[in-house]
């Protein structure tokens, strides 16, 4: 579960979609290595606790970690071995559709985050895979075959993160 330095949205609970937490346990947790990876995002901070993933490796379960792209370079620095996949919308204009149409986003508030958006998508090639998110179960279908395609090349039977 990721921690977050932002306030919970109306629709999120503590511990169910994020752990919020002060900046200064932010702080905290990241001077004593216990962040696997984390990034700022939009004026607040993010990231994944190390403590949990290593458990899950460690007793032979497959992780998945839903990143942003600054998080997932740092995974790829300290696990090697991961498996990354880049979700990419079908379209810029799909992406910017999805986002007005959630309502949250002032205009220049969209405008920074589709900036954002073209710079991640630069960065497709740092990625194992790249999986188009047209409609979600077959974006999922995919993923799923990755996941199982990289068990069976790992030789493990478990998916590296």
């Known amino acids: 579960m990721s921690v977050t330095t932002r306030v919970p949205r109306p629709s999120e609970r503590e511990g169910v979609d994020y752990v ?3 900046e200064a346990d932010f702080d905290r947790m990241d ?10 995002i939009f004026g607040h901070r993010s990231g994944t606790p190390a403590g949990p993933v290593r458990e899950a490796l460690e007793g032979g379960a497959d992780v998945l970690l839903e990143l942003d792209v600054q998080g997932a370079h740092q995974v790829r620095a300290k ?3 991961a498996v990354l996949i880049l979700l990419e919308p ?5 992406l910017e559709r999805r986002l007005r149409s959630r309502g949250t986003e002032t205009e ?6 589709l900036a954002k958006a073209d710079w991640e998508l630069s960065q497709a090639g740092a990625f194992d895979h ?7 179960e077959r ?18 039977g478990r998916t590296p993160t």
């Open 20 to 22: 919020f937490v002060a």
């Open 79 to 81: 696990m090697p071995d």
């Open 130 to 136: 790249v999986v188009v998110n047209d409609r979600a």
């Open 31 to 40: 001077a004593s290595g216990e962040l696997l990876e984390w990034a700022e």
């Open 90 to 94: 079908p379209t810029r204009e799909e």
């Open 108 to 113: 220049e508030g969209l405008a920074v985050r």
């Open 139 to 156: 974006a999922a279908d995919e993923v799923a075959a990755i996941i199982g395609a990289s068990a069976q090349v790992n030789g493990t």
